[in-house]
Structure formats: C-alpha cells, structure tokens
C-alpha cells in the first residue's frame, strides 16, 4: 500500500513537472515569460555539435552512395546489418563485367584475336573488382563506421543532456516566475494592511516568497549543474572533428590504392593488347558507310606507319626491302593485333613472333607469315624484323 502511494504521488508530481514545463515554455513563445539565456560560449558549442552532425551525416550517406551505387544493395546490406547477419556475396559490376567477357572471349574461340583480348579484358575487371571490394571494405572499417558511431553514439548522448538542460531552464524559469508573482502578491498585501486578516494574508505570501526563493536556488544549482555537463560533452566536439580527420586521412590512402592498383591493371592490359596507330583509331569514328576492310588497305597502311616510331620506320625501309630482295625468311615480332580481312590474310596478336618471308609479286606493304601450320597474309606495319 505504501508503495502504491508512493508511486501515484510519483506520478502526480512529473505530472505537475511536466504542466509546469508546458505552460512556461508556451508562455515564451507568447512573449508572456522571461527566458535564462544560455552563455555564449555554450551556444556557439552546441551550433558547433549541430553542424558536425549535419555535415557528417551528409558526408557518410554520400560516401555510401560512391561505394554502393546500387540503392537496393544499399538497403540490402542496411538490413542484414541491423539483423546481425553477413549480407550474400555476390559479384559487383567490374567483376561481373568480367566474367562476361571471359565467357565471350571462349566462345568467340581464346585463338581468335578478338576472343584473345576480351578474355585479357576480362581477367584485368576481375582484378579491378576485387580491388573494389577491398576499398569498400577498407573504407567501411577505417572511415564509415567512426562517422556512424558519432552519430549514433556521440550526439545522442549530446542530445539527451541538451534536452535534459532544455528542462532544468524551464524549470528554472517556472520557479522566477513564481517568485515574482509571489512578490508581487506580498506587495499588494502590504499595501492592504488595515485589518488582521490582511496581515495574515501578508505572512502567506512571505512564506510563499521564502519557499520561491528556496526553489530558485535549487532550481539554478540543477541548471548550472547540467549546463557544465552539457559543457563539457560540447567541447568534446574538437577531438571527433581530429579523430575524423584521422579516419578522413585513412580514407583517402584507401583511395590513392584503389586507384594506383587501377592504373596499373590498365596500364598492363594495354601493353598486353598494344595501341593501334592514331590513323586506325581516327578510322573508327568516320561515316558508317565506309567499309570496315578499308582498315586493312595498303594506302591506309602506308599513311599508319608515318606514326609509328622511328625503329619501325628503319625496320620497314631497310629490313623489309632486305628481306624482298632476298629468297629466305626472318622471325617477326608483332607490335599490334590484326584480325584478317579475308582468307588470304593471317590474323595476328600482339607480342607474338611469327616467320615471315617474301614472294614474288606480292604487294610492297604485304609479306607473307607462318604461325605453325597456318599461314597468309600480314601488313608490314605491324611487324618488327628480329636480328
């Protein structure tokens, strides 16, 4: 029974707290009560607090949406997380891109130069895909996850203790604002003071000043209390915004390695594939109504190779005419694929050395090569004579 009755006079007492607070707060807004105002310093603390939490939450989303542009990935992972439980793997865009080609370039034939260099293609975004992989998770750990915890850590707890400050200063104004009614009361009293009930009434509004005047103290040791305690979580601001930095700085590292590795997948690929002369590449961008085995006539081949380098340039002047002059063959290294307009003509990739030799009446541009068992025709300006 006692603690029955202590809990409804619990009960009722934040009740009257919390009308208390009500009507005080409703009453600044009508301009009808006076209001604490907080120092300076505290305030330009919490807008500090303010800030960080708008821009790092703006920031975190949109580091999310770089490393994730999928959202249905996004919200996927989001759930898994909250369920405690590790999201499906499952293949991101380089390497999926990847795979495809690899399967293209099997079943265009690995011996074809097409087949050949989207299977080369395909390995290198794989390799760029586990690369991504490894800066989303790097990134996760090191840039998002600290960001997250200020969010969801930090600030609320900065939130709660703002929010309890937001009613120790209600509640410090609800108690001067009883204080000066009560002296205000006591004084009207004073002024009426011609018979005994009047001077009864007077020691009740004394009373009811003294106990006023008790409930402000209290209510502003509570206030001061609460706004140091606020203080000092505020300030702690200026050591997230270093750990940031730190994390921000980690972040960026994870960037230039992503990138750098990038770069030399790339760089790779293209040494493995070659580059074609700017002429083919020019080539490629003219009307569709231009023959594509335009690419391999000997006019166009003959302008290509003012664009080739200088070795290739004495290669093609002394060793080819050296060779035509003579009736026996030399080993070739090819600088760049060649897929074979025709029958007659043999395709080529990059890097491989074939025999190449020379026959009566054929075309000055032209020499015949030797793979094996195949055989055809080859452009001079793709091959490089060996000594």
């Not at 190449?356 to 452009?379: A, F, T």
Request: proline share 3%.
């Amino acid at each position: 029974m006692n603690i029955m009755d202590f809990n409804v006079k619990k009960l009722a007492a934040d009740a009257g707290t919390f009308l208390s607070r009500a009507v005080q707060f409703t009453e600044e807004k009508l301009g009808q009560a006076e209001k604490t105002e907080l120092d300076a310093h505290l305030e330009n603390l919490l807008s500090k607090a303010e800030c960080t939490k708008l821009w790092t939450e703006k920031i975190m989303k949109q580091t999310e949406v770089l490393l994730q542009p999928n959202p249905n990935a996004r919200i996927e992972e989001f759930v898994y997380e909250k369920l405690d439980r590790k999201a499906p793997s499952r293949m991101n865009n380089p390497e999926l891109l990847g795979q495809y080609m690899i399967d293209a370039g099997n079943e265009f034939g690995p011996g074809t130069a097409y087949g050949n260099a989207l299977i080369k293609c395909g390995e290198t975004q794989k390799r760029i895909g586990t690369a991504d992989r490894e800066l989303i998770q790097t990134s996760a750990i090191n840039f998002l996850t600290p960001l997250r915890n200020f969010i969801e850590g930090d600030y609320k707890t900065i939130t709660k203790e703002r929010k309890l400050l937001q009613n120790k200063r209600l509640d410090l104004d609800a108690a001067k604002t009883r204080l000066k009614k009560a002296k205000v009361a006591e004084a009207r009293a004073a002024q009426l003071n011609t018979s005994q009930p009047e001077e009864n009434n007077i020691m009740i509004w004394a009373e009811e000043v003294t106990k006023s005047e008790q409930e402000v103290r209290i209510t502003q040791s509570e206030f001061d209390r609460q706004a140091e305690i606020t203080r000092l979580l505020l300030e702690g601001i200026s050591s997230t915004h270093a750990h940031h930095l730190r994390c921000l700085n980690d972040f960026v590292e994870a960037q230039m390695t992503y990138y750098a590795q990038c770069y030399q997948y790339m760089l790779d690929l293209q040494k493995q594939l070659g580059s074609f002369p700017s002429t083919f590449l020019s080539n490629n961008n003219q009307s569709s109504t231009t023959p594509v085995q335009s690419l391999s006539t000997p006019s166009v081949l003959a302008s290509a190779s003012a664009s080739l380098p200088s070795v290739s340039n004495s290669v093609v002047t002394s060793g080819i005419s050296e060779l035509k002059s003579s009736s026996g063959s030399r080993k070739a290294r090819v600088l760049y694929d060649y897929d074979a307009a025709n029958s007659s003509e043999l395709s080529l990739l990059a890097d491989e050395v074939i025999t190449v030799y020379s026959i009566p009446g054929m075309d000055s541009d032209w020499l015949m090569g030797e793979r094996g068992n195949q055989k055809g025709k080859v452009p001079i300006t793709y091959l490089e004579l060996l000594n």
